[in-house]
C-alpha cells in the first residue's frame, strides 16, 4: 500500500508539473519539476498517457481529457458545496429544513436539503419527482413552466389524491396554479405528507426554473408564514450564490 500511494502521489506531481505549462513541456523537464528519477517519470507519463490523462504531441506532454474531466468533477462539487452552505445558512436562521430543487430535463430534481435532529425533513414516502402537483416544491415549479411542458409533465405523472387533502385533478391544480402570482411562494397543507406543511419559494434564473422550499410538522402550522417572509429575504441576499450554483 505505500508503495502504491507513493505512485500515486508521483503520478500527481507530474500532472501538476505538465498542468503548469500551458504549451506542454518535455519528460525530462517535467521530471526534473516533479522531483522525480527520470526512469520513474518515463515510466508515469506513459501510464497517464495510456490512461488519457496525457497527451504526447510534438515531444511535449499537455493534459489530456480525462484530466480536464478531473477538473470539471471538481467543480461540480465545489458548486454543491456551495449549495449546502446556502442551504445551511437559510436552515438555522428560519429553524426549519430546506431543500433546494430544479425543474430540468423535464423532471423535477432535488438538488440538495438542510435539516437537523431537531428539525427533520419530511420523509419521501412517494416519488418526488412523480407527485409535483401534491407538494409545494412541485406545485412551485410546475406554475413558473409553460402550458405545454406542464401538459408533457401531466401526461407522464398523472394527477392522483395521495392523501386527503391531495388536489383532485389536473383542472382544479390548473385553476390553482392561474390564480397564483409567480413570484408568490406556494403554500402546501398536507397534501403530500400527512402531519407536514410545506411552503416554496420560485426562483427563475435564465431558462431555469428552481425554487427553495421549507416544512414544519403541522402543530408548528402558525410558524409558516412568517418563516417564508424570512426565507424570501435571505434568498434575494443569496440569489447570486444560488444562480452560480444552479447548474450543477
Request: overall charge neutral; some cysteine.
Amino acid at each position: 500500500m505505500p508503495t502504491l500511494i507513493g505512485s500515486v502521489q508521483r503520478a500527481l506531481r507530474l500532472l501538476e508539473a505538465a498542468g503548469s505549462h500551458s504549451g506542454g513541456a518535455p519528460a525530462k523537464q517535467l521530471a526534473r519539476e516533479a522531483g522525480l528519477p527520470l526512469p520513474t517519470a518515463y515510466h508515469l507519463l506513459r501510464t497517464l498517457t495510456h490512461e488519457g490523462y496525457l497527451r504526447r504531441q510534438s515531444g511535449v506532454f499537455v493534459l489530456g481529457d480525462a484530466a480536464g474531466r478531473l477538473a470539471g468533477g471538481g467543480l461540480q462539487q465545489k458548486r454543491r458545496s456551495m449549495i449546502l452552505d446556502s442551504l445551511a445558512h437559510f436552515r438555522d436562521t428560519v429553524g426549519a429544513p430546506v431543500y433546494f430543487a430544479v425543474f430540468r430535463e423535464g423532471e423535477i430534481e432535488i438538488v440538495g436539503v438542510s435539516d437537523t435532529p431537531a428539525n427533520p425533513v419530511c420523509e419521501e414516502w412517494a416519488d418526488v419527482r412523480a407527485t409535483g402537483h401534491a407538494h409545494a416544491i412541485g406545485q412551485c415549479l410546475l406554475g413558473q413552466l409553460d402550458e405545454k411542458t406542464r401538459k408533457d409533465y401531466y401526461e407522464r405523472h398523472p394527477v392522483e389524491s395521495i392523501t386527503p387533502y391531495t388536489v383532485r385533478d389536473v383542472h382544479a391544480l390548473e385553476q390553482r396554479i392561474g390564480s397564483r402570482e409567480r413570484t408568490q411562494p406556494v403554500i402546501e397543507r398536507q397534501e403530500y405528507a400527512l402531519g407536514t406543511v410545506c411552503a416554496a419559494i420560485p426562483i427563475t434564473v435564465g431558462d431555469i426554473a428552481a425554487t427553495v422550499a421549507i416544512s414544519l410538522p403541522l402543530h408548528q402550522e402558525e410558524r409558516l408564514l412568517s418563516a417564508v417572509d424570512r426565507l424570501r429575504s435571505e434568498v434575494g441576499a443569496l440569489l447570486s450564490t444560488l444562480s452560480f450554483s444552479i447548474s450543477i
